[in-house]
């Protein structure tokens, strides 16, 4: 049973950072892919930061050079981050950890959304 359980985020004034963790298990992590989205209220969910499994990393245009996408591997958990810095109002949204068996970038291509998904963790971002 795939579960991914986001925590880090909070409240913080434009320009601070943040760093947003997920613990996933549950699956054979080593095969899938993984990402964050967010969705912001009345916006439709965008994928923010990819990771596949051959490591390959892939960002939003609005974030590049602020976020940073990275896993780390543990015994019977992946642990997927997400650093934020220069953090914007704009940012603000609920953000979600996601997995699939298949590569992000082929599901962002065809326009198909993870199969799973972790239950979200807000982030305010304050001018």
């Known amino acids: 049973q795939v579960q991914l359980v986001e925590s880090g985020g909070g409240s913080v004034q434009a320009g601070g950072s943040l760093r947003l963790s997920c613990a996933a298990s549950?699956?054979?992590?080593?095969?899938?892919?993984m990402a964050w989205f967010r969705q912001a209220p009345g916006k439709e969910r965008e994928g923010v930061a990819v990771i596949d499994s051959n490591g390959r990393t892939r960002y939003a245009d609005s974030v590049k050079g602020r976020f940073t996408i990275s896993q780390d591997n543990a015994k019977n958990t992946l642990y997927l981050y997400l650093q934020m810095s220069s953090l914007k109002p704009e940012d603000t949204a609920m953000y979600y950890c996601?997995?699939?068996?298949?590569?992000?970038?082929?599901?962002?291509?065809?326009?198909?959304?993870?199969?799973?998904w972790g239950q979200g963790t807000q982030v305010t971002v304050s001018s």
């Open positions: 549950g699956f054979a992590y080593s095969t899938y892919s």
């Open positions: 996601a997995a699939d068996y298949r590569s992000m970038t082929y599901l962002q291509a065809v326009g198909v959304m993870p199969n799973y």
